[in-house]
């Protein structure tokens, strides 16, 4: 790939973690690919997946997709999250990591630092493309604040590929994702069924408003809720730090204690329990999540969150450095969008959590660097 400055002159001016990302695949070497002993198992597999219809994202057909197991080249790729302040994220650095430590390639990952950081993200995918990245994948804060910096990297020929928050751009290279509107919409139709003839009141805490899984898990769970007996009594919008969402939990159960069921984001479910507890209402407020974190898996086993959804971010952002392989590999990928097919976890549930699409092992710490 041609590069449009000196990478030298680029490595002498980065900080860590850049610097040890920089050089181009040229002069890098062969990949170094994994023993398979030490790949983790759940990426050896077969994934079932959805494919969109590229003209009705709500018309899908089943298929599966197998991650490859060695690269070319050592590429050198480049990742930009919004957060890594909660577990879903430390999931996705884990799938990240774990297939570019299996192909034997490069992979930085970024931190923006929260949903509020848009103009930190934009200076992220600068760096990564400044550093010598190959391809870039991009977690958006922001679908349409991306749009502009996305179609500008693609049009210098930087391979950009979406996983996990969808961006508002027909130029992305290719994607791994899910539509969130399909797990707001389980999320709906499981309280649908809990409510039987019953009237359910329910607070729902999507997360950070204007974030693109966000407002599409919003549709979803109003649409699967519409004309039904569940009434959304409250809405309300915020970070997807726990401190955040249980701040609004307790606003929210001081204001109006009668509430049925919470429903959110993971670390909404993670922090609902304590407020519940404090206001008296356990056995009569129920707890729902409408993704997963091992926070939220322990407490299903544990029988204090009763519902939640699982996206398989292990897998999706393990797809997202496949693809980006690919792509550098001259595969047609470019307009494919893939998603692991959405599961569910349900009360007292026994879950593993040591090989899991859904969750990052126990001991897993975040990396920011590898190769």
Not at 274 to 299: F, H, L, M, N, P
Request: hydrophobic content about 40%; glycine content about 8%; aromatic content about 6%.
């Amino acid at each position: 790939m041609t590069r449009r400055v000196p990478i030298g002159l680029l490595c002498a001016a980065l900080v860590a973690p850049f610097a040890a990302g920089c050089g181009s695949s040229e002069d890098s070497g062969p990949a170094q690919p994994q023993a398979a002993a030490q790949v983790p198992q759940v990426l050896k597999e077969p994934i079932p997946i959805l494919r969109p219809d590229p003209d009705d994202v709500d018309v899908v057909r089943e298929d599966e997709w197998t991650l490859l197991s060695e690269a070319r080249e050592r590429w050198n790729l480049c990742a930009s999250f919004p957060t890594m302040k909660d577990p879903y994220w430390t999931a996705a650095d884990y799938g990240a990591v774990s297939q570019a430590k299996r192909l034997g390639i490069k992979l930085t990952v970024l931190d923006a630092g929260g949903y509020d950081n848009l103009s930190k993200q934009v200076s992220d995918l600068e760096d990564c493309v400044a550093s010598g990245a190959d391809a870039v994948l991009v977690a958006a804060i922001s679908g349409d604040g991306l749009r502009a910096k996305i179609d500008q990297l693609v049009a210098d020929g930087t391979p950009v590929i979406e996983t996990i928050n969808r961006v508002e751009s027909p130029n992305v290279t290719a994607r791994a994702n899910i539509d969130f509107r399909r797990l707001g919409l389980a999320a709906g139709e499981h309280l649908k069924r809990e409510a039987g003839d019953r009237r359910l009141r329910v607070a729902w805490f999507p997360g950070p408003e204007g974030a693109g899984f966000a407002v599409r898990q919003d549709q979803g769970f109003k649409d699967a809720l519409r004309g039904t007996n569940v009434e959304v009594v409250a809405t309300k919008w915020g970070d997807t730090g726990r401190d955040v969402q249980l701040g609004l939990i307790e606003d929210t159960l001081q204001a109006d204690p009668d509430i049925d069921w919470i429903v959110g984001v993971a670390p909404a479910a993670e922090a609902a329990y304590g407020a519940v507890r404090e206001a008296g209402r356990v056995g009569k407020t129920k707890i729902a999540s409408t993704y997963q974190t091992d926070a939220v898996a322990q407490e299903i086993e544990a029988g204090r969150v009763d519902y939640s959804g699982n996206d398989n971010v292990v897998w999706m952002a393990a797809m997202a450095v496949d693809l980006a392989v690919r792509a550098l590999q001259d595969e047609d990928v470019r307009g494919d969008e893939i998603w692991p097919r959405p599961q569910a976890f349900v009360r007292g549930e026994r879950i593993d959590f040591r090989d899991s699409s859904a969750f990052a092992p126990p001991s897993f710490k975040p990396q920011f660097s590898v190769g």
